[in-house]
T-cell receptor, first 115, second 111 residues
Framework: ETGVTQTPRHLVMGMTNKKSLKCEQH?????MYWYKQSAKKPLELMFV???????ENNSVPSRFSPECPNSSHLFLHLHTLQPEDSALYLC??????????????FGPGTRLTVT | DAKTTQPPSMDCAEGRAANLPCNHS???????VYWYRQIHSQGPQYIIH?????ETNEMASLIITEDRKSSTLILPHATLRDTAVYYC????????????WGAGTKLIIKP
């Protein structure tokens, strides 16, 4: 138990659906992150929020839309996804700002399958 | 592309020290080396980081060569729960979140 929770743990969606992934951290951290982990590919950073401001948008397609309403919650809104978007989506948080924190705490991930 | 090179897999006997090597020959002077691990069906877990001095914490030791072109993560007394993929990562920009992850080393601890 890392103090970072993600829901749902598993999600199957069609290409025309709209869904959202939720992440919550119970650690009082100031930065939150979304990562994508595809089979046989390294972990890819998608978005970074530091003090509730987005500081990184790593050339992610617009069908992925992040939202950080407060320092404890992070959402990833999904629409018109492609089958190649099937992956494990991981959320992480860190205590200080994203620029200065050395240690990130990861949630267990949401396994997404796009059909 | 990842800035680190690691063996794809390693075995270690339970109770022995596990030594995981990492090559980062293109590392720059201000770039830290980080180690994370990912146990099956879990998110990655931070282990340790360092710049040029050797570091030790309750989980592991990090030995960085004097030229900083390689490092070794040491788990002093490996247990079956240490079976995981271990990632050696180098920061590539000015911010600590700018990490390039590679494929890691699959470490299997055998009884």
């Amino acid at each position: 138990e890392t103090g970072v929770t993600q829901t749902p743990r598993h999600l199957v969606m069609g290409m025309t659906n709209k869904k959202s992934l939720k992440c919550e951290q119970h650690l009082g951290h100031n930065a939150m992150y979304w990562y994508k982990q595809s089979a046989k590919k390294p972990l890819e950073l998608m978005f970074v929020y530091s003090l509730e401001e987005r500081v990184e948008n790593n050339s992610v397609p617009s069908r992925f839309s992040p939202e950080c309403p407060n320092s404890s919650h992070l959402f990833l809104h999904l629409h018109t996804l492609q089958p190649e978007d099937s992956a494990l989506y991981l959320c992480a948080s860190s205590q200080g700002t994203a620029e200065t924190s050395y240690e990130q705490y990861f949630g267990p991930g949401t396994r997404l399958t796009v059909t | 592309d990842a800035k680190t090179t690691q063996p794809p897999s390693m075995d270690c006997a339970e109770g022995r020290a596990a030594n995981l090597p990492c090559n980062h020959s293109t590392i720059s002077g201000n770039e830290y080396v980080y180690w994370y691990r990912q146990i099956h069906s879990q998110g990655p877990q931070y282990i340790i980081h360092g710049l040029k001095n050797n570091e030790t914490n309750e989980m592991a030791s990090l030995i960085i060569t004097e030229d900083r072109k390689s490092s070794t993560l040491i788990l002093p007394h490996a247990t079956l729960r240490d079976t995981a993929v271990y990632y050696c990562i180098v920061r590539v920009g000015d911010s600590n979140y700018q990490l390039i992850w590679g494929a890691g080393t699959k470490l299997i601890i055998k009884p």
